[in-house]
């Protein structure tokens, strides 16, 4: 496929196998500002449009047609939400203890000689506060309706109206709290140097840094999945239903 600079980073991180790490590797966001189009992107990024587009080229080259990670496109919304939650939800709750824990240990050996540890614990616990919550109503609230819907649809059975409204609504809450959470991220990233361990820094400072280099990388492909291919899915397969005259749940109008 030829690469566009027009194309948005959100369009080819679905559509082209290894775009994520290309992505990830460029400091590209392709989560939350999946929206923006590539020059865009790049220009954000500060890395030349042209290196990008000709590693994205390049990747569409050499891999095959089907990468290693699974085509979510093609697959089922309730599968899409198993493996979210199974993957990335519980990766994320381990992940926000065990880091907590490691950084009150680093910031008790070296908060005194490195102030900014204090602040990344702040930025940290910010995070954690505002995962917690979101990861909870993903699971009770929007996930449960989705897969609700889906079984529906395809049993050609009516869809019972959600007390939201429209999924529309929960997704809209959910894409705003990524953007919460994707700008808590930068400012980590920011706070801790590029995740850049200092020289006098002891293995639990590296293992810290390596970790929450990891926890933001599962954090970017997570919210790439739900901003990028189930939320879109599910907001299309709940339109289609109301189509030709019918309202949208919630609406008074020609409800079914």
């Not at 919304?77 to 824990?101: A, M, P, W």
């Not at 996930?143 to 409204?165: A, N, R």
């Not at 809209?172 to 991220?185: D, N, S, V």
Request: net charge negative; aromatic share 6%.
């Amino acid at each position: 496929m030829a690469i566009n600079t027009t194309d948005t980073v959100r369009a080819l991180a679905v559509e082209v196998p290894g775009a994520i790490r290309i992505f990830e590797r460029l400091g590209i966001d392709y989560c939350c500002g999946g929206e923006h189009s590539l020059s865009d992107a790049c220009r954000v990024a500060n890395v030349p449009v042209k290196e990008v587009v000709g590693l994205l080229e390049e990747t569409v080259r050499s891999v095959p047609a089907r990468d290693e990670l699974r085509d979510w496109q093609a697959q089922s919304l309730g599968s899409l939400v198993r493996h979210i939650v199974d993957k990335h939800h519980v990766f994320t709750r381990q992940e926000l203890v065990r880091l907590e824990e490691l950084l009150t240990k680093v910031c008790s050996v070296h908060g005194q000689n490195h102030p900014e540890l204090l602040g990344l614990k702040t930025l940290f616990q910010n995070l954690s506060q505002e995962l917690g919550p979101h990861l909870l109503k993903e699971e009770q609230v929007l996930f449960p309706y989705i897969t609700v819907m889906e079984d529906k649809v395809e049993h050609e059975q009516t869809i019972p109206p959600p007390f939201f409204g429209t999924v529309r609504n929960p997704v809209r809450r959910m894409m705003m709290e990524h953007e919460t959470a994707g700008h808590i991220l930068r400012e980590m990233r920011v706070a801790a140097n590029n995740y850049t361990v200092p020289q006098d820094g002891c293995s639990s400072y590296q293992a810290l840094y390596d970790g929450l280099k990891v926890l933001e990388m599962d954090l970017h492909q997570h919210i790439h999945l739900e901003n990028n291919i189930l939320f879109p899915r599910a907001v299309e397969m709940e339109g289609a239903t109301y189509e030709e005259g019918s309202s949208m749940p919630g609406n008074d109008a020609g409800k079914r």
